[in-house]
């Protein structure tokens, strides 16, 4: 496995379900961000964290919780959630947090809650 | 409030034609201009970027010309082709800011090339 990697890439869910959202870079980078991306919306920083420490919180609501056990994996786990949280997920990477490091994307994990 | 104002929604091009996107921002500690590309069921990737020490950028077909005084700056694509159909994205970011990670992203510009 190359690049950024997210896992599952397509997920179906009910308003009372419990579901996690995985990604995992494989580029030995120390910071990994969560995006949303809706459509016709610009996309939507959600976490940031840096040395598995998370240093951004952008207002999102507590019924998305992220997770960074070390510095390869990022979870983002899902509760409780809207038919307005339907968006596509977006896990990115980079060497470290700011500067002028560029951000490596993943495909992204398509979410429709019912 | 949207700080990168990207026009414009939709683009058809002919190939060979020139393809152009135009992004105006607001902050002015902005000092960092990329432009992702997005193709269906991948994420966003970076194609290329400026910072207003320079006007101008290019890289080989692809060209960002930037207008600090305006605060506008724009994606030129010469000689277009069916492979570069994608959705296109400008972005900025305070580089020297104390949260210098956060990109703020314009809307997106959906670029359909015609063979």
């Known amino acids: 496995e190359t690049g950024v990697t997210q896992t599952p890439r397509h997920l179906v869910m009910g308003m009372t379900n419990k579901k996690s959202l995985k990604c995992e870079q494989h580029?030995?980078?120390?910071?990994m961000y969560w995006y949303k991306q809706s459509a016709k919306k610009p996309l939507e920083l959600m976490f940031v964290y840096s040395l598995e420490e998370r240093v951004e919180n952008n207002s999102v609501p507590s019924r998305f919780s992220p997770e960074c056990p070390n510095s390869s994996h990022l979870f983002l786990h899902l509760h409780t959630l809207q038919p307005e949280d339907s968006a596509l997920y977006l896990c990115?990477?980079?060497?470290?947090?700011?500067?002028?490091?560029?951000?490596?994307f993943g495909p992204g994990t398509r979410l429709t809650v019912l | 409030q949207q700080q990168v104002k990207q026009s414009p929604q939709s683009l058809i091009v002919q190939k060979g034609g020139i393809s152009i996107i135009n992004c105006a921002y607001e902050?002015?500690?902005?000092?960092?201009f990329p432009w992702y590309q997005q193709f269906p069921g991948k994420g966003p990737a970076l194609l290329i970027a400026?910072?207003?020490?320079?006007s101008e950028k290019k890289e080989g077909r692809f060209t960002i010309s930037f207008n600090k005084s305006a605060k506008q700056f724009s994606l030129h694509i010469m000689d277009s082709q069916p492979g570069d159909s994608a959705t296109y994205f400008c972005?900025?970011?305070?580089?020297?800011?104390?949260?210098?990670?956060?990109?703020?992203f314009g809307k997106g510009t959906l670029l359909t090339v015609n063979p």
């Open positions: 580029l030995g980078h120390n910071a």
């Open positions: 972005a900025a970011k305070e580089e020297s800011g104390g949260s210098n990670y956060k990109l703020t």
């Open positions: 400026i910072r207003p020490d320079v």
């Open positions: 902050n002015t500690a902005f000092d960092y």
């Open positions: 990115a990477s980079s060497q470290e947090a700011g500067g002028r490091l560029e951000q490596f």
